[in-house]
């Protein structure tokens, strides 16, 4: 901005000047002309009284010519300051103030002399005398005599002093000029300062907004054309904030979406380079974001059959669904979508990957296809004892009443436990689906205890198994009474089938905290058996459907293998928790941890 100051003050001063000197040169030349002028108007008058004064003689002896005529020119030249010539028709000097007139050329065809015959009444020259020495201003007029010239009248004078008064008058005028342009330098500086200090603060502000700092505003102190523009220079500001703000909530949102999208997304530009990654992504390809932005693709050392996906995507163009097993970090099944881009619909700009985790969907699928098939292998089995004994009797076992009768009481069992199952395979599928409501109730624990044991209590006393029960008679908690007497049902039925005669199974109920938040209490139940116990490698799996730690003594004691299943899905229903702990030939413990209040 001082260079634009600079340059709009010696631009000022330039245009200043040229007007000065050109204005100065106008007038000096008037004046000289004006005074030039006088001086032939002056030297006119003189010649007039010359003329009227001195009468010109004829002889015939050129020396008393030239003496009478050169004496009479010196007398005139002392009252008219001037050089007086007398010059007959031939153009011969005749007479000369300052110098002997036989020594001087023929005048006849110098300018003064010629211009009479153009004006008629006098001619005028400025020219260098090289008799004198000197620029002089020649006035010439024709000396009459009745209206006949008989010879011609000049006089000259210096202009010595004319040029010397203009070199003068050029002197003073350059010397005012030069301080006229010192005063207008500063007066235009201070003037061009106060115009471009608003410029300089709008180009101040603007190279602020270019950095991000649209806070920035001009300050306007005119409603001129400037102040208009910063006006506008703050409105620019105060879109672009608004725009930028914009901007950033949708880049904010996005990028929120795109770390907290449960898929993966992956997009690959042009030529090949990954440009963006989600957190998703990193956990399934198990790699962080900076070790493979910016990369190419094939530079990543990633799934071979994941490389083969991309490149057949850039070369088809065309959406591709392929599902990948990645074993790194962990075994999971991806569902692979490659979309391609395109900018306006016409020009490919690169592709888009999707991934979605279906590992759980497809262990879900076989969950249910191993379910159906056991569903179906459990079915089948009391089914075919069923079918094969009614064959036997069918075909004449009727009449050995003995027979007949074990052969009855076989197709009875099995036709109760083919009930059981199919109830149990309702309850849980109802349970799972969450078909039946929860319906909460206040239940007293230690009546609701007692009654459920009583309900068992012959099938303990048979084994003659001692069920002892440590309950508060003050204890209370919210539940769906009728579910949660399936959760002990279930699992004290299975403590009397695995704990030999004799045996015994303790029930406690108690509170696991006490906290000023009735929301934060919970009621822990144990129930501890000294049955066989479990192994280790089976206690993560005894929960799953149809999964029996002793298939054989799990039939012969009528297990349906949903038990404990429906048991789990009962707890969580209840937003508690179950664990086992067993040892083998030691006893089972079963901890369920349920919220007092729900």
Not at 339 to 359: A, E, F, K, Y
Request: glycine share 6%.
């Amino acid at each position: 901005m001082v260079k634009l100051r600079v340059r709009l003050t010696l631009i000022i001063i330039a245009l200043l000047a040229v007007t000065a000197l050109g204005a100065g040169f106008f007038t000096v030349e008037k004046l000289k002309d004006s005074q030039l002028q006088f001086l032939k108007d002056q030297l006119l008058q003189e010649i007039k009284v010359i003329q009227n004064t001195l009468t010109w003689r004829n002889t015939v002896n050129d020396q008393e010519l030239i003496a009478y005529f050169s004496e009479g020119a010196e007398e005139l030249s002392k009252s008219t300051q001037a050089r007086i010539t007398f010059i007959d028709l031939e153009g011969n000097v005749v007479g000369e103030s300052d110098f002997d007139p036989q020594q001087m050329d023929n005048h006849l065809f110098r300018e003064e002399i010629l211009s009479i015959s153009e004006n008629g009444e006098y001619g005028t020259a400025i020219r260098y005398s090289e008799t004198i020495k000197h620029n002089m201003l020649y006035v010439a007029s024709p000396f009459n005599n009745n209206n006949n010239p008989i010879g011609y009248l000049r006089l000259a004078i210096n202009l010595d002093e004319v040029e010397y008064k203009t070199n003068e008058l050029w002197t003073y005028y350059i010397i005012g000029i030069f301080f006229l342009l010192i005063v207008t330098a500063v007066i235009s500086y201070l003037i061009t300062r106060g115009l471009t200090k608003p410029l300089e603060n709008i180009m101040m502000v603007a190279q602020q907004i270019t950095r991000g700092n649209y806070q920035s505003k001009v300050k306007i102190y005119n409603k001129d054309e400037i102040g208009r523009l910063g006006k506008a220079i703050n409105k620019m500001a105060s879109s672009l904030q608004y725009q930028m703000n914009r901007i950033s909530e949708n880049e904010i949102r996005l990028k929120t979406v795109l770390e907290h999208l449960i898929s993966g997304v992956i997009m690959i530009d042009r030529h090949g380079k990954i440009v963006l990654l989600n957190r998703t992504s990193e956990n399934i390809l198990g790699i962080k974001e900076n070790e493979i932005l910016g990369k190419r693709y094939m530079d990543t050392k990633q799934n071979q059959e994941l490389i083969t996906l991309i490149q057949t995507c850039i070369q088809k163009k065309q959406h591709i669904r392929e599902e990948l097993t990645f074993y790194y970090p962990e075994q999971r099944t991806i569902e692979m979508n490659l979309v391609p881009l395109h900018q306006d619909h016409r020009q490919w700009s690169g592709i888009l990957i999707v991934m979605h985790d279906i590992t759980a969907i497809r262990k879900l699928e076989k969950m249910r296809s191993d379910f159906a098939a056991n569903v179906s292998h459990e079915l089948k089995t009391p089914i075919a004892a069923v079918k094969g004994f009614s064959e036997t009797l069918l075909s004449g076992a009727l009449d050995d009443k003995e027979t007949a009768k074990s052969f009855l009481k076989i197709i009875y069992d099995e036709s109760d436990r083919l009930n059981r199952l199919i109830s149990d395979i309702l309850d849980l599928s109802k349970i799972e689906s969450k078909a039946i409501p929860l319906d909460y109730s206040p239940i007293a624990m230690k009546e609701f205890v007692q009654k459920t044991v009583q309900m068992l209590e012959a099938q303990s006393n048979e084994k003659q198994i001692h069920i002892s029960l440590n309950v508060n008679q003050d204890l209370y908690m919210e539940a769906d009474e009728d579910r949660l007497r399936q959760v002990f049902i279930n699992l004290l039925s299975n403590a009397i089938n695995y704990t030999p005669e004799g045996g015994h199974i303790q029930i406690s109920v108690a509170y696991l905290n006490l906290s000023e938040d009735v929301n934060d209490e919970k009621i822990r139940i144990e129930i501890s058996d000294t049955g066989i116990g479990i192994p280790k490698k089976d206690l993560p799996r005894i929960f799953e459907r149809f999964y029996r730690v002793d298939k054989a003594r799990s039939r012969i004691s009528g297990g349906t293998g949903l038990g404990l299943s429906i048991v789990k899905h009962i707890v969580d229903l209840h937003k508690g928790e179950i664990k086992v702990e067993s040892d083998v030939g030691s006893g089972t413990t079963f901890i369920i941890d349920l919220p007092l209040v729900q």
